[in-house]
């Protein structure tokens, strides 16, 4: 609690943990490379350097503030100071712009605009390092790191999982993984959140663009798409339209411009996953077996119990995720000769998620001896297609997806936000469809950003535990909670991203976190609100999945099959 | 894949510290002191016994000079390149070292495995410039003569 000058201007504070926090609340940018308020203060870049009124500078990230402060931000010093400092990390740096994906996004480009930097004085001396494309995710390119170490803390500190860290010292200095392996020869998940927070382009998507172009031109080809629920909410932004607001019309409209023979939306295998989680579920509990059911939906939380707690492995659902649910169906529906004409059959899967590219490769994401699902592009390379193709979103009327694949349930669309799957299970168990049931279902604890939340529900006479958690090193919490025997849940739905997929790695990442999380979250539940059929099982196509075309193969095409 | 035997070793060298983030340099130390070199595979091994991530484990060995992953041969030979042992010629002392040896800056060990040729910063010995050490032994007012001297009598010992 107290005041403190800024500029000359009387700001108070409560519980802000750092100086900069007062300065950004105050409506003043300071840049920073290194400082990302959701992880711990690093105090790298120097960027948020300010000026007390006796002259002395420090880094207001790693500053507590105090009663009485007399700050500047801008004094003519610190400009000065600010522009060597970027000037001595782009002597560092890759200077390839107009090549790079982060073009247009990066922060030191941003800064080195900004403060006028027209030439650099000083010759890059790095040694120039390979980039590593190994991963299906993302790709590093050692090259463009400027050592603000977001990647690792992110990793180490929000997903537990650690790949990262700095190696070797002084100008030698590199953020890598153990032994300098390639990503993909470490316990990566391809969440992607390192690219997520990386300022520069050492880390940015793995892209499968030029694949789909080349498809789209190909006449013998039939191009389908698949648009996750996340996507829709992130999407517009790129095109002026309000932050979260849902623009699944305008997407289906944009592929169809596009090319896309068919546009589907993910939904509605979200809803065949609650149909099979939910009996899947059941069944489990009936028999008192391979308790608690980990949900699958989560390609980097399913690789996360495999590497490390393979104990739960038979734990986790034996669902396909709906991405892989959709396209193992899509490729059997379009492999009969009456439904193709003669076409071949390419599935593109538009996720908010990088760990999805990683998914389609796995060997179980084949079907009868078939990939199911051919590319995945995230919401990022889609906005790129859009703009490459002159697609713009805010001036494009709506279309409604095709059929026989077009509806999906309010449930389904949720599944992008924390506990979304676990409130669509809740929904298809309740009785009712009321308003008033939906809105308990709702008000239940499923919802809200919380790194972990527990649930109990009553069934069938029977108390239900659930633990609903995002951000793998949450979901490791809730794994050791299980293993110590401290907690005993019957249902863990996790998604790997802190906020679910609408923070998947594969999203735009302008603007704040919390902003970015809040106005995404809030578009989904809106979006779940102007949808009539709320409940999966009462989606008007799961009937006829189950009774008609595809009734002798449900389990071929719904669930991975090692057991 | 190390011998069994490595393994042990180091689970007897672990069991000597708190099993800790803060036990790493100390164990590494330790398995350093045993083989000459920390053998990749055991830092691997000592980051899972000690709950720390393989790459803070390989971020802390790469920090330090002092740790390698390469075998080091019999005996370690460290020329002082500080500013003191710099000035008072130490460069044709390291040049004579590996013109004798038939190292060069990329290769640092015999492939007998009995001498390595490094460098370090600073031996603290200033005054004896320009120094050297072999394994824990100084070796003051080094010139290159006296370097190849000294290496002929450390292969007549074996």
């Known amino acids: ?42 105090g790298a870049c120097r960027l948020c350097t300010v000026e007390d009124d006796r002259g002395r500078c420090f880094a207001s990230c790693s500053e507590e503030p105090r009663d009485g402060m007399v700050i500047y931000t801008h004094t003519e010093r610190l400009r000065k100071h600010r522009k060597l400092i970027i000037e001595l990390l782009l002597a560092a740096h890759c200077r390839d712009c107009t090549t790079c994906d982060k073009h247009g996004k990066c922060t030191l480009q941003k800064l080195a605009y900004q403060h006028g930097i027209n030439t650099v004085r000083f010759a890059n001396h790095r040694e120039e390092m390979p980039v590593d494309f190994s991963s299906p995710a993302v790709v590093r390119d050692p090259g463009k790191c400027i050592l603000c170490g977001n990647c690792i803390r992110v990793c180490n500190e929000i997903q537990g999982v650690g790949v990262l860290g700095f190696a070797h010292r002084g100008t030698e200095a590199m953020v890598s993984p153990a032994f300098e392996r390639k990503m993909s020869e470490t316990n990566c998940v391809a969440c992607g959140q390192c690219r997520v927070v990386c300022p520069t382009g050492a880390l940015t998507i793995h892209h499968n663009m030029s694949e789909v ?21 992130a999407v517009g932004e790129a095109f002026g339209l309000p932050k979260g607001e849902n623009a699944m019309g305008k997407i289906v409209a944009g592929l169809h411009r596009m090319g896309f023979d068919e546009v589907f939306d993910t939904t509605y295998t ?32 399913v690789k996360f119990v495999e590497n490390e707690y393979p104990e739960f492995k038979k734990n986790i659902s034996t669902c396909r995720s709906p991405q892989q649910m959709f396209s193992a169906i899509l490729k059997e529906y379009y492999r009969d000769p009456a439904h193709s004409g003669g076409k071949k059959t390419f599935v593109v899967s538009i996720m908010p998620c990088t760990a999805k590219k990683m998914e389609a490769a796995r060997p179980d994401a084949y079907t009868y001896g078939e990939k199911d699902t051919d590319i995945v592009l995230t919401t990022h390379e889609l906005i790129r297609m859009f703009d490459a193709h002159g697609v713009n979103l805010e001036t494009m009327p709506s279309e409604a997806c095709d059929m026989p694949f077009g509806i999906g349930s309010g449930g389904g669309v949720i599944f992008g936000a924390t506990g979304g799957v676990t409130e669509a299970v809740l929904r298809r168990l309740a009785d009712g469809h009321d ?41 490791r919490k809730v794994l050791e909670s299980v293993k110590s025997g401290e907690k005993q849940y019957h ?37 779940d609100g102007e949808m009539v059929i709320k409940k999966s099982n009462e989606n008007p196509l799961m009937d006829v999945f189950y009774n008609s075309y595809f009734k002798d193969k449900v389990h071929d095409l719904l669930h991975n099959h090692q057991d | 894949m190390l011998d069994e035997s490595y393994y042990r070793k180091t689970d007897e060298i672990i069991s000597r510290y708190i099993r800790d983030a803060r036990s790493l340099i100390p164990i590494m130390q330790d398995i350093q002191a045993e083989y000459r070199y920390l053998p990749p595979e055991l830092l691997s091994y000592v980051a899972k016994q000690i709950g720390i991530t393989e790459a803070k484990a390989y971020s802390v060995a790469t920090f330090y000079e002092n740790f390698s992953f390469e075998a080091k041969g019999k005996y370690v030979i460290k020329v002082c ?75 007549r010992k074996g």
């Open chain 1, 1 to 42: 609690m107290g005041t403190i000058t800024i500029n000359g201007k009387k700001v108070e504070f409560t519980n802000e943990k750092n100086v900069l926090s007062i300065i950004r609340k105050a409506g003043i940018e300071v840049p920073t490379l290194c400082y990302q308020p959701e992880l711990s203060v690093f």
């Open chain 1, 213 to 233: 172009w080349h498809a789209l031109l190909d006449p013998d080809t039939r191009v389908i798409a698949q648009v996750a629920p996340a996507v829709r909410v």
């Open chain 1, 270 to 301: 979200a809803d065949l996953t609650i149909m099979e989680e939910s009996k899947e579920f059941l069944d489990r509990v009936g028999k008192g077996e391979k308790l608690p059911l980990l949900t699958s939906c989560c390609p980097a939380w």
């Open chain 1, 435 to 475: 308003a008033a049931t939906l809105k308990a279902i709702a008000a239940s604890g499923v919802r809200g950003d919380q790194g972990i939340k527990e649930i109990t529900v009553p069934y069938n006479g029977m108390d239900v535990n659930i633990c609903v958690a995002s951000g793998l090193a949450n979901a």
């Open chain 1, 491 to 527: 249902f863990i739905e996790v998604m790997a991203c802190p906020g679910g997929c609408v923070m998947g790695g594969g999203q735009p990442t302008d603007g704040t976190r919390v902003q970015r999380a809040k106005t995404r979250t809030r578009g989904l539940y809106a979006a």
């Open chain 2, 81 to 155: 390149d500080g500013t003191a042992c710099h000035v008072r010629h130490s460069t044709p002392v390291l040049k004579a070292l590996w013109k004798e040896l038939g190292l060069s800056p990329k290769q640092h060990t015999t492939e007998d495995m009995m001498f390595t040729v490094e460098t370090v910063s600073c031996l603290g010995a200033c005054g004896l410039a320009p120094a050297m050490m072999v394994n824990d032994q100084v070796y003051p007012a080094m010139t290159p003569e006296k370097a190849v001297a000294l290496i002929e009598e450390l292969r």
